[in-house]
């Protein structure tokens, strides 16, 4: 295996899966499944889910919203789906802790640094909820800033695209994808892989990013063992 400690980042909406709002539970199986086989070779794994299947700050701030409540309801989304993903990998028997950004003692465990890299030595799953804490973030910035604090090896992001192309591929046919592009390349050609603060924090800590399809069953490990079938920046 390539990566000793690895930060998935999944998307909020990928977790919908067909459905236009919410979670699909068999997306989530499916993911639980993935990721369970990349554990079981003993990589520790954290995870950050978003949570724009269910409420988007800056989009309920566009229907009048005060952006700040929203930003909050959009943290507690995350955890929603969160949980979602721990039910699922207990369901296989694979240990995990929920730790969050938010205090919720009912439900999960406060973000501790040290307390997050013990679960992960002690071959705990982690997942971090509720974003940052703070609104005007987004999870993907969480999703670096955990990474860097627990000394993740590798940021892989989980997209329903296979990499980084020369332009949207939803869009243009003709796009070709990058295997491999530095930071700076990103900037200059204006491509669009996470928010600027996120990329930025990456950036400066040398942190590398895989951008990679995480619904096609079996990707998850091809990347974590090393294979180049995403976009790598670094
Ligand atoms: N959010 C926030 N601070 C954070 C992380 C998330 O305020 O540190 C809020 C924000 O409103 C965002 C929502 O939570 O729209 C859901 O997160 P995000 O949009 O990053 O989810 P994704 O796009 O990955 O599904």
Known sequence: MKYK????????????GEK????????????ARDIKAVFDQGIEVAIVIGGGNIFRGLSAEKSGMDRVQADYMGMLATVINSMALQDALEKLSVKTRLMTAIKMEQICEPFIRRRAVRHLEKRRIVIFGAGTGNPYFTTDTCASLRAIEIQADVVLKGTRVDGIYTADPEKHPDAVRYDEITFQEVYDKGL?????????????????????DMNKPGNFMKIASGEAIGTLVK
Not at 5 to 16: A, D, F, T, V
Not at 22 to 30: A, L
């Open 20 to 31: 236009q709002y919410g979670i699909d539970s068999d997306r989530v199986i499916q993911y």
């Open 192 to 212: 669009n892989v996470m928010d600027m603060t996120a990329f930025t924090l990456c950036q400066e800590n040398k942190l590398p990013i895989i951008v990679f």
């Open 5 to 16: 400690r690895i930060l998935l980042k999944l998307s909020g909406e990928s977790l919908m």
